[in-house]
């Protein structure tokens, strides 16, 4: 089973800063990974798939980098309803894992 | 748009098998994987495992022993059997339409999982 480890597990900024989420693959997933967003009662909303496109309707301060094992999610400038926690989601072999998660607070 | 909504009892006692269905609305189920994924209250996700609409299956290997998935197409519905629960079995169960990976050009582009159920809540207690 492949293990995703996101760091860091909280980050706290401010509104206007920029937020830097971390996803390491335990072995390559290529580009095979999605990231999420999931806010208080709310379902998970797919945020980025394959590694850097962005899903429909998502704002373009959102954006993803990375490949093989180490991938990154980007919020240039915060909003307020950015503050959430955010998994990272890899497909290989037939199996999907999800990391535990980066919760974005507010400082 | 498509939406999707899971029904079923909310309450399961232990040993007994947890039984859920997921309605696909304002679209076609077809040609399409369908994912069901839990949270325990306070933590994160788990994938529980995927059916597409052939029938064919893929379950996460930790649950693959007590899980059953199934697809009805003339009534747009997947369902999710886990038997055998226990209490680490509560959690919040959503369904998912699940893009997979399809070709792009020259590569295969993995496309995640967008569109999700509200949730529904299960809890295993005598």
């Known amino acids: 089973e492949i293990v995703l480890t996101q760091s860091p597990a909280t980050l706290s900024l401010s509104p206007g800063e920029r937020a830097t989420l971390s996803c390491r693959a335990s072995?390559?997933?290529?580009?095979?990974l999605a990231w999420y967003q999931q806010k208080p009662g709310q379902a998970p909303r797919l945020l980025i798939y394959?590694?850097?496109n962005r899903a429909t309707g998502i704002p373009a301060r959102f954006s993803g980098s990375g490949s093989g094992t180490d991938f990154t999610l980007t919020i240039s400038s915060l909003e307020p309803e950015d503050f959430a926690v955010y998994y990272c989601q890899q497909r290989s072999n037939w199996q999907y894992t999800f990391g535990q998660g980066t919760k974005l607070e507010i400082k | 748009q498509v939406q999707l909504q899971e029904s079923g009892p909310g309450l399961v006692k232990p040993s007994e098998t947890l039984s859920l269905t997921c309605t696909v609305s304002?679209?076609?189920?077809?040609?399409?994987?369908w994912s069901w994924i839990r949270q325990p209250a306070g933590k994160g996700l788990e994938w529980i495992g995927r059916i597409y609409t052939s029938g064919s299956t893929n379950y996460n290997p930790s649950l693959k022993s007590r899980v059953t998935m199934s697809v009805d197409t003339s009534k747009n519905q997947f369902s999710l059997k886990l038997s055998s629960v226990t209490a680490a079995d509560t959690a919040v169960y959503y369904c998912a339409r699940d893009l997979g990976i399809a070709a792009a050009g020259p590569r295969y582009y993995y496309y995640g999982m967008d569109v999700w159920g509200q949730g529904t809540t299960v809890t295993v207690s005598s």
């Open positions: 072995q390559s997933v290529s580009s095979y």
């Open positions: 394959d590694a850097s």
């Open positions: 304002g679209g076609s189920i077809s040609s399409y994987y």
